[in-house]
């Protein structure tokens, strides 16, 4: 029983140990394909206080690895947010999510078609399209990318996809993260 037991907790740990090399070997095909310098960080914190009601993560980078305010976070699936507060280790991401953050998103349409707008933060289901302009019906799940307008978020970023009256559904699982992306723009 106490082998049977034992081997029950090594085939466990196996089953964590390749789960996390699926996912690190995704980050880092993720890394490769991209042409700027990103830095790979570890999630420390999530919610809790006054981070909790504005949406923000604690990361296990800081300013003596290179990390500035303003800087864009992201994971595979798209868009995470933007530091707002850096430490020496450590640094906060306000999450795409959050009411106050704004992204100029565009969609992307195989007949040419565009609708353009501010992406405000909604929930981890919805987040909302507003101020509208260009082609006014555009197909359910169509991909909502960043526009690159306004310079603070690179052009071509998945935000989610388009689920009609405004909504959009995010690309990324917040409250799932593990490891996060910090384009470093030095």
């Known amino acids: 029983k106490r082998e049977l037991a034992a081997l029950a907790l090594d085939l466990s740990e196996s089953a964590n140990i390749e789960a996390e090399n699926v996912r690190l070997r995704r980050a880092l095909n993720y890394i490769e394909r991209e042409k700027n310098s990103y830095l790979a960080a570890p999630v420390l914190s999530r919610g809790g206080?006054?981070?909790?009601?504005?949406?923000?993560?604690?990361?296990?980078k800081g300013s003596l690895d290179g990390v500035c305010e303003?800087?864009?976070v992201t994971v595979?699936?798209?868009?995470?947010?933007?530091?707002?507060?850096?430490?020496?280790?450590?640094?906060?991401?306000?999450l795409l999510t959050d009411a106050t953050l704004r992204v100029a998103c565009v969609s992307e349409s195989g007949d040419g078609g565009r609708l353009y707008g501010i992406l405000f933060?909604?929930?981890?289901?919805?987040?909302?399209?507003?101020?509208?302009?260009?082609?006014?019906a555009i197909a359910d799940?169509?991909?909502?990318?960043?526009?690159?307008?306004?310079?603070?978020?690179?052009?071509?970023l998945e935000v989610g996809v388009w689920l009609g009256g405004g909504m959009v559904q995010p690309s990324v699982a917040y409250s799932t993260l593990e490891d996060v992306f910090i384009r470093c723009v030095k």
Do not use: Q, Y
């Open 76 to 94: 595979p699936e798209g868009l995470v947010g933007r530091v707002v507060s850096v430490t020496l280790h450590t640094c906060e991401v306000m």
């Open 70 to 72: 303003g800087a864009v």
């Open 121 to 136: 933060g909604g929930s981890e289901e919805t987040l909302l399209l507003k101020h509208l302009s260009g082609r006014d």
């Open 141 to 156: 799940r169509t991909r909502i990318v960043t526009s690159g307008e306004g310079g603070v978020f690179p052009r071509g």
């Open 49 to 60: 206080g006054a981070a909790a009601v504005r949406n923000i993560i604690r990361v296990g």
